[in-house]
């Protein structure tokens, strides 16, 4: 992984926290948006282990204890959604996978507020 990936991946986080620090919804949760911050800086440090990314940042493959995961990036954290075997196909399948949810997610129509 490059430094510019891990850059990107924490921009992004960093750029829908401040969405989300713009938006109605900061002004009902205001006692959370510390907690908030903190789990996204958190996830910006926490970029080194980012294996692969998808283009838009919102899928990344990382290692975990059980083999190599596909995590889908959130306002605040990020969500594994799939996990695959400790060697070089699960490695392959997770990029694989990751990159397929990329391209579907950007097939989809997105909706306005």
């Known amino acids: 992984?490059?430094?510019?990936?891990?850059?990107?991946?924490?921009?992004?986080i960093l750029k829908r926290v401040i969405e989300y620090l713009c938006?109605?919804?900061w002004n009902e949760d205001r006692a959370d948006a510390l907690e908030i911050v903190n789990c996204a800086l958190e996830e910006c440090f926490e970029s080194e282990r980012i294996i692969h990314e998808s283009p838009d940042g919102r899928y990344w493959v990382g290692k975990v204890k059980a083999g190599y995961a596909v995590f889908?990036?959130?306002?605040?954290?990020?969500?594994?959604?799939?996990t695959f075997a400790l060697d070089a196909d699960g490695l392959s399948c997770a990029i694989a996978y990751c990159d397929c949810y990329a391209a579907r997610a950007a097939k989809r129509p997105t909706t306005s507020r």
């Open 1 to 12: 992984m490059t430094t510019q990936t891990s850059y990107h991946h924490g921009t992004n």
């Open 72 to 82: 889908q990036t959130g306002l605040t954290h990020s969500e594994s959604i799939a």
């Open 23 to 25: 938006s109605d919804q």
